[in-house]
Structures are given as structure tokens and as C-alpha cells.
């Protein structure tokens, strides 16, 4: 079975300009999360969805990123502007059911972003 | 106090010794507990989940003392390849009743030959 794959696996742009991470989840999987780590820091959950809606999104840090997941399947990430403090590692994890308890996520191998 | 809080580390034991990490959590609310492994640039994979007093696995044990609001990962005979960054993931709940997890920092274990 294939697990949570995200492209692409590094990004190296400069500041100001958009960049968009993909995830694709475990085949059906409802939950689809998305998370970041910064550099010395922990990862820090950004959003949820399950399905295509979007269930929690209180980890997002401000309007210049925008996540989306048309038809449930895969989710994209978009930042736009890009800043220097948006550099790190974005994760994405994927579980079943509907979320609650204790189900175990599936995390893919993430994206490395660096903003110049 | 943090909401998940683990010693970073680093840990630098030799092989064949018994290493134990604790992480406290701060949401007495808290019913089921994971410790996650992450090597070096690559994504955390589960370890091991703890839903009660504890739980075993080969070299590996994990213990839930819900008084003191803490977990502990507890590895006996360490090998090499246990050189990693083990995550103790605690979920919650949202507003909507749907998990949330808190990471924790993560702490690094080193094994020397």
C-alpha cells in the first residue's frame, strides 16, 4: 500500500514569491493534516480536514497561506507572499475514520522549504 | 507550563544501555498517548501508542503515570540504529470533537559503539 507521498520534496525560492506543496493521503483516508516545523522548534499542526472541508484551522500562522483539498483526495499549500520565517520542513499526515480518538497518522516525507 | 514537554537531549549511551526519556503533558483531559521516531530528514513513524498504564515492545516500553501527567519511553539494550529523535505525540480534542495533536520538542538519543 502506498503511504502519504508530498511533492515536491525541496523548495528553495526567494522572498515574495508563491509556492505550493502537494500531499497525497493514503487512499481513503478522511483525515488529511498539515504540519510545519521550524528549525529548532517542535512541529506545530496547522490544519485539518476531513474530506474536503476543512475541520480545524486555528494552527494556520496568517492569511498569506492557503490550503485547499478539492474532492478530498489530495491537498495542496499555498504561501503567497513567501517570507524568510516560512523556511522549514511542512509535513503532511493522513488517518482514518472520523478523527476522533486516538488513530494513528501516517506522516509522509515531508517538503524542506527555504526562503532566500 | 508547555503543553507537551520533553529534555531535547542530546542522550549519548553506548550500546547495550537502557536509556529512559519522559515527557509531561500539560491536559489532564488527555485518554491515549504516542511515541513517534523520526531519523535524520525524514517524517516521525509511529513507535508505540499508549492507551493505559503502559505498553511493551521487544526492547521498547512505554509507561503513562496519569497522576503526575507524564510518559515515559523506556529502551533496554540500545543498538545503533536506535539512534533517533523520539517524539511524544499527545492528541486532544478540538472545539469540533475532532483530534488534535501536540508535539513535543523531541529528544535525541545518540547510541556510541
Known amino acids: 500500500e502506498a503511504g502519504v507521498t508530498q511533492f515536491p520534496s525541496h523548495s528553495v525560492i526567494e522572498k515574495g514569491q508563491t509556492v505550493t506543496l502537494r500531499c497525497d493521503p493514503i487512499?481513503?483516508?478522511?483525515?488529511l493534516y498539515w504540519y510545519r516545523r521550524v528549525m529548532g522548534k517542535e512541529i506545530k499542526f496547522l490544519l485539518h480536514f476531513v474530506k474536503e472541508s476543512k475541520q480545524d484551522e486555528s494552527g494556520m500562522p496568517n492569511n498569506r497561506f492557503l490550503a485547499e483539498r478539492t474532492g478530498g483526495t489530495y491537498s495542496t499549500l499555498k504561501v503567497q507572499p513567501a517570507e524568510l520565517e516560512d523556511s522549514g520542513v511542512y509535513f503532511c499526515?493522513?488517518?482514518?475514520?472520523?478523527?476522533?480518538?486516538?488513530?494513528?497518522?501516517?506522516f509522509g516525507p515531508g517538503t524542506r522549504l527555504t526562503v532566500l | 507550563r508547555k503543553e507537551v514537554e520533553q529534555d531535547p537531549g542530546p542522550f549519548n549511551v553506548p550500546e547495550g544501555a537502557t536509556v529512559a526519556f519522559n515527557c509531561t503533558y500539560s491536559n489532564s483531559a488527555s485518554q491515549s498517548f504516542f511515541w513517534y521516531r523520526q531519523d535524520c530528514r525524514k517524517e516521525p513513524k509511529l513507535l508505540m501508542s499508549?492507551?493505559?498504564s503502559g505498553n511493551e515492545d521487544g526492547r521498547f516500553t512505554a509507561q503513562l503515570n496519569r497522576a503526575s501527567q507524564y510518559i515515559s519511553l523506556l529502551i533496554r539494550d540500545s543498538k545503533l540504529s536506535d539512534s533517533a529523535t523520539y517524539l511524544c505525540?499527545?492528541?486532544?480534542?478540538?472545539?469540533?470533537?475532532?483530534?488534535?495533536?501536540?508535539f513535543g520538542t523531541g529528544t535525541k538519543l545518540q547510541v556510541i559503539p
Open positions: 487512499s481513503g483516508h478522511d483525515n
Open positions: 499526515a493522513s488517518s482514518q475514520g472520523p478523527g476522533q480518538g486516538g488513530n494513528e497518522q501516517f
Open positions: 505525540v499527545v492528541p486532544g480534542m478540538n472545539s469540533g470533537g475532532y483530534q488534535k495533536v501536540t
Open positions: 499508549v492507551y493505559s
